[in-house]
């Protein structure tokens, strides 16, 4: 028997059979798996969460938030959010992506150390700017009578 007669056996190594063909389907949505997974772990930051739930009461675990403000946050459209529900139920699940959660903290951590060094600077210029005003009229002051020292009765 050769391998190109039509009584054949299906092998995985012969592309007309159908189990190298199963094989071959099988094979690129394994690939497909694999690269949704690899993306999803590349999104992960080492051992955190990629999504995390409002807590029910004192702050969130992993960033310090409370829950209002991750809702007033989600609201005013600074951090990522998604609620999940099956079709037809008014209640889900919302969870929050904690990569938006401290990318929006590390903003407000570089916006306010921006700031103070303006703030800084400025201070610094005024300073410069009022001593270098002083030291330009700066006149000497004539002597003074020495106060005379009365006595009180």
Same mark, same amino acid.
Not at 39 to 57: F, I, M, S, Y
Not at 86 to 95: H, L, Y
Not at 108 to 116: G, K, L, M, Q
């Given at each position: 028997?050769?391998?190109?007669?039509?009584?054949?056996?299906?092998?995985?190594?012969?592309?007309?059979?159908?189990?190298?063909?199963?094989?071959?389907?099988?094979?690129? +949505?394994?690939?497909?798996?694999?690269?949704?997974?690899?993306?999803?772990?590349?999104?992960?930051?080492?051992?955190?969460?990629?999504?995390?739930?409002?807590?029910?009461? $004192?702050?969130?675990?992993? +960033?310090?938030?409370?829950?209002?403000?991750?809702?007033?946050?989600?609201?005013?459209?600074?951090?990522?959010?998604?609620?999940?529900?099956?079709?037809?139920?008014?209640? $889900?699940?919302?969870?929050?992506?904690?990569? +938006?959660?401290?990318?929006?903290?590390?903003?407000?951590?570089?916006?306010?150390?921006?700031?103070?060094?303006?703030?800084?600077?400025?201070?610094?210029?005024?300073?410069? $700017?009022?001593?270098?005003?002083?030291?330009?009229?700066?006149?000497?002051?004539?002597?003074?009578?020495?106060?005379?020292?009365?006595?009180?009765?």
């Amino acid at each position: 028997m050769n391998s190109t007669s039509p009584h054949s056996v299906p092998t995985p190594g012969n592309p007309q059979s159908p189990v190298a063909a199963a094989a071959s389907r099988n094979d690129s +949505s394994v690939a497909r798996l694999r690269a949704r997974a690899n993306e999803l772990l590349a999104e992960r930051q080492g051992t955190l969460p990629v999504w995390v739930r409002a807590p029910k009461g $004192g702050p969130e675990f992993y +960033s310090g938030v409370s829950r209002a403000k991750l809702y007033e946050w989600h609201g005013k459209g600074y951090i990522r959010a998604v609620s999940i529900r099956e079709p037809g139920q008014v209640k $889900g699940c919302r969870f929050f992506h904690l990569g +938006s959660i401290l990318a929006f903290i590390e903003k407000c951590e570089a916006e306010n150390n921006e700031a103070r060094a303006q703030e800084l600077q400025a201070v610094t210029d005024m300073t410069r $700017g009022g001593q270098e005003a002083a030291e330009g009229s700066h006149q000497p002051i004539p002597p003074s009578d020495p106060p005379s020292q009365k006595i009180l009765p």
